[in-house]
C-alpha cells in the first residue's frame, strides 16, 4: 500500500513555526533537522509527521522537536541597557551607533582585534562576522528590543531595518570591489589608493584604505601609533574627521585604555586621568609617545568624537557598580569628590545631562539609597557636596533635562534651585571666597547664561534666579569697587578710558545691571567736556593716540555704549 505519511520540517521564526522542507523519509528529516538546529538563524526546529487518512483528512504528530544550544559565540555578546535609535543605514557610520558595537561586539572585537570602523569597512570582517554562529542576530534581536522595547510589529520593523541596513552597508563595502592596499603608510599613497570621485565617495574609500592598513596591524596601541602618525602628516586636517573617528574606536576597549594610561591605582584615578586626557590637560612626565601625541591632538580641539567617546565611557563606569576605590573602600566617598569636582566645572556639567545622572546614579550606589526617596535624597545630598550656588545650580539644571528624574523630582528640583530667589544674594553663596576676582564675575555670569538659555525652566522661575545672578554679581562690583579700582584717577584719561571699555567687552559681565555700572563709569568719561582732546593729549606717543581713539570707539560700538 502506498505511504500516505510524509514529514514537514519547520523552524520557529518569530514565535511561529514555519516551514523549511517536506522530506518523504522520517530518517532523513530528523537528519535534515539536527543540521538546522546549528545553524545562526534558527532558534529551534521540529519534524511533523503528516498522515492522509482513509476519509482525505490529514492528522499531525510532532515526531521531534529540538532548541539550538547556545553556543560560545553567544555569550560573546554583551548587554548593553540602551542603543540610540537610527532612521538612515547610513547612521552605522556615525560614532553613536560604531559605540553601540564596540560594546556589544566587545568580546569578539577583542578576540580578533579590530576596531567598528575596521569591520564596516572590509567586506572580508563584515562576512566574518556575520558567519560567525548567531552572532549578528543575537546582536540585532538585542538591540532591536532595546530600540522599541514594547515588542510586537514595531520590534520586528526594527531587527529587519537593522539587518537590511547590515546588508546594504555589506554591498557598499564590496562595490568598492577589491581596493589594493598601500605598502607605503603615508597619507599621500592612501589617497593614491582611495582614488577620486566626490568628496563622499572619496571619503569612504580613503576609510576602507585606512582599515585595510589597520587590519595588518596587531595590538591596539599599534594601530594607534599608525593613525597618530597620519594625524601628524601636515595634510591631515582634510581627513580630520576620519582620524578622529578611528582614534574614538580604538579607545572604546577597556585593555586599549588600560595599555595607553598605564597603572592607575584605582578606578576613580583613572576616570580623572581619561577626563584630563579629553580635555588635553594630562601631565605626560612619565607616558608614553602614544599618550602624549594624543594628549595635544586633544588639547587642539582636533579630537571631538574621541572626546565624546571618553564622556561616555566615564559616565557609563560611574552608573556601574565598579567600585571608584576597590583596594581603598573607606576612599570611596573621597574618590567620588575628587571626579565631582572635576566634572561639574563653573563653566558646565561636562557631559551634560548624561554626567549628571550618572554622578547621582554613583552617589545612590554607594549610598545604598533606594527608590524615588533615595534618588530625592541624593540629588539634594549632591547639590549640597557641591557646597556653592553656582556649581549647584548648573547640576540641578541638568538634571531638569533627563526626562527619568523630571518625572520622579521635578518638583523637588525646581524647588532647590528657586531657594536663592527667597535669599538675600551674596556672592559667598555663589562661588568660593578664594577664588580670584575674574573667575568670579566669570563664573556668575556663564551660570546667568545658561540661565537664561535652559529650556527646562519655566519663564518665572527663569526670570527671578537670572536676575538673582545678576544683582549677586552687581552687589560683588559695587561692595569690592572693582570698577572704580580699573578706573583709577590716577592714571591718565585714555588708559583708565580703555581699560574700562576693555573690562566691557570682556565677556565677564551681565547683561543688565552688572554691566550697566560699568557703561554708566564709561558714559561719565564721554561726557566730560573735550573727552577727545584730553584723551589724546593723555598718551606720550601721539603716532599712537589716534590708533588708540579708533579702537576705544571700536569698542563702544561692539559693547552698545551711546553717549
Known amino acids: 500500500m502506498k505511504d500516505r505519511s510524509s514529514f514537514e520540517v519547520q523552524v520557529l521564526q518569530d514565535k511561529r513555526w514555519v516551514l523549511q522542507q517536506i522530506v518523504g523519509d522520517e530518517a532523513a528529516a530528523v537528519a535534515f533537522a539536527d543540521q538546522l538546529v546549528g545553524k545562526s538563524n534558527h532558534t529551534a526546529v521540529r519534524v511533523v509527521r503528516d498522515f492522509k487518512r482513509a476519509d482525505g483528512l490529514h492528522a499531525e504528530t510532532v515526531v521531534v522537536e529540538k532548541a539550538s544550544t547556545p553556543t560560545k559565540a553567544d555569550i560573546n555578546i554583551v548587554p548593553v541597557a540602551d542603543a540610540p535609535n537610527c532612521t538612515e543605514w547610513q547612521q552605522a ?46 546582536a540585532v534581536d538585542q538591540v532591536s528590543t532595546l530600540q522599541a522595547p514594547g515588542g510586537g510589529d514595531a520590534a520586528k520593523e526594527r531587527r529587519d531595518f537593522l539587518h537590511k541596513g547590515w546588508d ?54 599599534a594601530k594607534l601609533d599608525r593613525v597618530l602618525a597620519w594625524s601628524a602628516d601636515e595634510d591631515a586636517g582634510s581627513v580630520a574627521v576620519l582620524l578622529d573617528g578611528i582614534i574614538a ?98 563653566q558646565d556639567v561636562i557631559g551634560g545631562p548624561v554626567m549628571a545622572d550618572a ?12 527608590g524615588t526617596s533615595g534618588l530625592v535624597n541624593a540629588i539634594n545630598d549632591v547639590a549640597n557636596v557641591l557646597a556653592d550656588r553656582c556649581r549647584m545650580t548648573l547640576y540641578l539644571m541638568s538634571l531638569l533635562e533627563t526626562p527619568r528624574i523630571v518625572e520622579t523630582c521635578g518638583p523637588m528640583i ?42 527646562a525652566l519655566e519663564e518665572g522661575l527663569k526670570t527671578k534666579l537670572a536676575d538673582v545672578v545678576d544683582s549677586v554679581l552687581a552687589k560683588y562690583l559695587q561692595d569690592e569697587e572693582v570698577i572704580e579700582k580699573i578706573d583709577k584717577p ?28 560699568a557703561h554708566k563709569r ?39 555704549v551711546k553717549n
Open 93 to 138: 557610520y556615525d560614532l553613536p551607533a560604531r559605540m553601540v558595537m564596540g560594546r556589544v561586539f566587545r568580546k569578539y572585537l577583542d578576540e580578533i582585534e579590530i576596531t567598528p570602523t575596521e569591520l564596516l569597512h572590509s567586506a572580508r570582517e563584515m562576512k566574518r562576522l556575520a558567519d560567525k554562529d548567531r552572532l549578528l542576530m543575537s
Open 168 to 221: 546594504q552597508a555589506y554591498a557598499r563595502v564590496n562595490r568598492v570591489g577589491p581596493v589594493r592596499i598601500p605598502k607605503e603608510t603615508s597619507l599621500k599613497a592612501l589617497r593614491a589608493a582611495a582614488g577620486g570621485g566626490e568628496q563622499a565617495e572619496f571619503q569612504f574609500q580613503m576609510r576602507v584604505v585606512m582599515a585595510g592598513q589597520l587590519l595588518d596591524l596587531k595590538g591596539w596601541l
Open 249 to 346: 574606536d580604538l579607545l572604546l576597549p577597556a585593555s586599549s585604555l588600560q595599555d595607553l594610561l598605564g597603572f592607575q591605582n584605582n578606578l576613580g584615578t583613572a576616570l580623572c586621568r581619561m577626563l584630563d586626557l579629553a580635555f588635553g590637560q594630562a601631565e605626560g612626565d612619565k607616558s608614553g609617545e602614544s599618550f602624549v601625541a594624543l594628549n595635544k591632538l586633544f588639547a587642539a580641539n582636533r579630537l571631538p568624537q574621541s572626546r565624546e567617546a571618553i564622556l561616555t565611557r566615564i559616565s557609563r563606569e560611574l552608573r556601574s557598580a565598579n567600585p571608584l576605590s576597590r583596594h581603598e573602600p573607606s576612599r570611596e566617598y573621597e574618590v567620588y569628590t575628587q571626579l565631582l569636582g572635576k566634572l561639574v566645572t563653573y
Open 359 to 370: 554622578l547621582t546614579q554613583r552617589y545612590i550606589r554607594f549610598h545604598n539609597m533606594g
Open 414 to 455: 525646581l524647588r532647590k534651585l528657586g531657594e536663592p530667589t527667597l535669599e538675600t544674594p551674596s556672592i559667598r553663596d555663589w562661588t568660593p571666597a578664594r577664588m580670584p576676582p575674574p573667575e568670579k564675575m566669570s563664573a556668575l555670569t556663564r551660570c546667568y547664561k545658561l540661565i537664561k538659555a535652559s529650556p
Open 490 to 517: 590716577s592714571d591718565p584719561l585714555a588708559f583708565r578710558s580703555l581699560r574700562l571699555i576693555k573690562f566691557c567687552a570682556s565677556g565677564a559681565l551681565i547683561q543688565g545691571k552688572s554691566l550697566a555700572l
Open 522 to 560: 564709561v558714559l561719565d568719561h564721554l561726557r566730560q567736556p573735550q573727552f577727545e582732546e584730553k584723551f589724546l593729549a593723555s598718551i606720550p606717543d601721539k603716532t599712537q593716540a589716534e590708533a588708540h581713539l579708533r579702537e576705544f570707539h571700536r569698542l563702544l560700538m561692539q559693547v552698545g
